[in-house]
């Protein structure tokens, strides 16, 4: 030890001052109050460190650093260090490269090399943070003490010019990992852009986002079912929800994607929630802060705007305006005017109404694994209300709907959806799946369009229901592979039998299943789904016309190439969850009408010619289903006189040639408009569906009357030759 740092050794031991301007060591009681942080480390030998190899002078004559001197002339690696590595720069004296001195603690400086990837706070007279050990967390902590600016002054700071050449000078954050802005919206409405958000990137369905989001989330029951009718509506809504927000614009560019996302959340709760307006707009300003702040003020200018035109919403009378009444259900005006051809006002209208309900729940018992008296023992002794289901004034058997769907989250009824001995199915569903069986067991059943095997569960089910046994020769296809894995392991919960699982083409079928035949056939045919509207608010605004179109094309070649394939004295079952007159009606009367139906007769199917479910509010969803029978090998085609005949009976019992008197559709529209429209005058519904296509017809140019143009080429398919010019049918005989 030399005499200098000798000297200063002993008067740190004697003295509570701060000795050689670092302050006493550690241990010696000279620090001012319990706790403080040294400030430097010690230049000379340390208390009861005698047998320590004594510290050496560097070549400079300056003191070394901590430890021994290595044998190398430089540091670790042989390169020699203008100072140590302590963190604290060079001491007194020392040569080094810094700018600037601080407190007597040690000299401030700034190395012109980087220092790491994380930038560190140099306030002006603190001591630089050491890179690591107790010295640093301390420094940490007292910096994080210090108040934060706000964000309206980083956001003006990083929007300065300069900020990209500006070297900081402050802890900035992890630089890959964005700031979370901080919002006072509800957990509910977040939770919703979130989803809205998902959905618009991904092209995803409503349905997965939520139940992936959403139900897995750790909202409570209320905020879940706050934020699934949120997405719900906005999703069904969307193309409305823009209309509005558009006319508040001077160009719907000025706002971003993820604003106006948000926008549609608070516009939703505005025109058809019914919110109190000052807080749906205050929530939706909030919404817009916690994806683009300086978009707040726009937000507060166009919500405000909303809610001064409510009282002029739909923009029109519904009643003399088949695009004003359309966008009072939030319906795109093509598929407004669809409805009126097939169902009549007074339907179409309810329709329309219902689809913006949410749906009722409904729940199949598996009988392959349970009975129904088991499982309602499980729901009295929750306490939980439950009852059964009758469509079209018929008992669905095993159907039961379930009042609250926070139900399902209580873990019995988990339990009996996890060992598979319920599963949620619509009634309609249910319905169908329990009538396309015959009256006797079938040896052999094939399924087309299993999917994610919904239907294969509930008819399996219904098999031990009926037969006390499931269909031993079960078979499946399907044309995605994924659907086909999915349907194997959801047999296997739900202990359903299926004999084979086929992935292909059914087009394609006589190459999969060459000369094979079944006693019963099923096509759960590829359809617009309008009929499920309220499960699937996406499809509302992504079908165009030419969707209808194709989708009765693919239908009814899809009947053609499995006629072959049913036994004789077989059935052939067709169902759709459509509500269109194409892809029912048309589709039925086009196959009897083609060679490959010319052996095939109309059978009854639940004691009628047809099942055609409505959409109500408190019912199930629109479904249609028809059965075939094949009488005959081969058989001359018909006249047309009795494929007329066939399809009158399934026209009939589907309700969809409807006569409406002037009386009704007063009735009606008086009861559509409400608050919102003058009573009716002599100009009905019906008129004012065809003077809106005419104008379509003669105003082709128009971008307006665009959806009109193609909802009037529809309705040419649908009611003149439907099975003629949208469908290829062979020529009469």
Partial sequence: MTDSNASRHESGDRSRGRGDARGPRRGSGGFRGQGGRPSGPRKGPRSGSDDRSPYRRREDGADGGRGPRSEKPGGRDGSRKPYDRDGRGPARGRGGDFRGKGRDGGDRFRSDRPRGDKPFRQGPGKPAPSRGGEDARRDNRREDARPRRSDDVRQAADAAPEAAERTPTGFAGRPDRPRKQRSRATPARLAALGAVRTI???????????????????????????????????????????????????????????????????????????????????????????????????????????????????????????????????????????????????????????????????????????????????????????????????????????????????????????????????????HIAASVLPDEMPKSFLEVGAGRATKTILIQSDACRRWGKQIEDYVTLDNHAFKTSILRERTEKYGIHVAESVTGDVLAIDELMPGRRFDEVFLDAPCSGLGTLRRHPEIRWRLKPEDVVEAARTQLAMLKALAGHVEVGGMLAYATCSVTHMENNSVAKAFLESDEGAAFRLAPIAGKACIATRLDVDGPDAHFAVRFVRVAEDEPKRAPEAAETDDAACETAAGEAVDVDEATVEAVT????????????????????????????????????????????TKALLVDAAADEAIETAPEA
């Fill in 200 to 430: 618009r990137e991904r092209d995803a369905y409503a349905q997965d986002v939520i139940g992936k989001d959403i139900d897995r989330s750790a909202l409570s029951p209320e905020d879940r079912a706050f934020a699934t009718r949120l997405v719900l509506g906005v999703v069904s809504a969307s193309g409305t929800l823009d209309d509005i927000i558009n006319r508040m614009l001077e160009d719907p560019r000025d706002i971003s994607p993820q604003v106006r996302d948000a926008l549609r959340i608070s516009a939703y709760e505005i025109m058809f929630l019914d919110k109190i307006y000052h807080a749906a707009v205050d929530q939706g300003v909030e919404l817009v802060k916690s994806v683009a702040p300086p978009a707040a003020g726009v937000a507060n200018f166009v919500l405000r705007s909303i809610v001064r035109m409510r009282s002029e919403f739909p923009f029109g009378d519904p009643t003399q305006d088949v695009e004003a009444l359309a966008r009072l259900h939030a319906f795109p005006a093509w598929m407004a005017i669809l409805l009126m051809s097939d169902l009549g006002p007074e339907t179409s209208i309810a329709f329309m109404r219902a689809s913006n309900e949410p749906a009722p729940l409904f729940i199949a018992v598996n009988e392959a694994k349970t009975r129904e008296d088991l499982v309602r023992r499980v729901f009295d002794r929750l306490e939980e209300p439950i009852e059964r289901v009758s469509v079209d004034e018929g008992e669905v058997p095993g159907c039961l709907r379930v009042d609250e769907p926070r139900t399902l989250l209580l873990p019995d009824v988990k339990r009996l959806i996890n060992q598979g001995r319920i599963l949620v199915s619509d009634a309609a569903s249910q």
């Fill in 670 to 713: 008086e009861e559509v408009v409400e608050a919102e429209a003058s009573p009716a005058d002599d100009a009905t519904v019906t008129e004012a569906v065809e003077a809106a296509m005419d104008e379509a017809a003669s105003d082709a140019d128009d971008a307006a009357t665009e959806p009109l143009e193609a909802a009037a080429e």
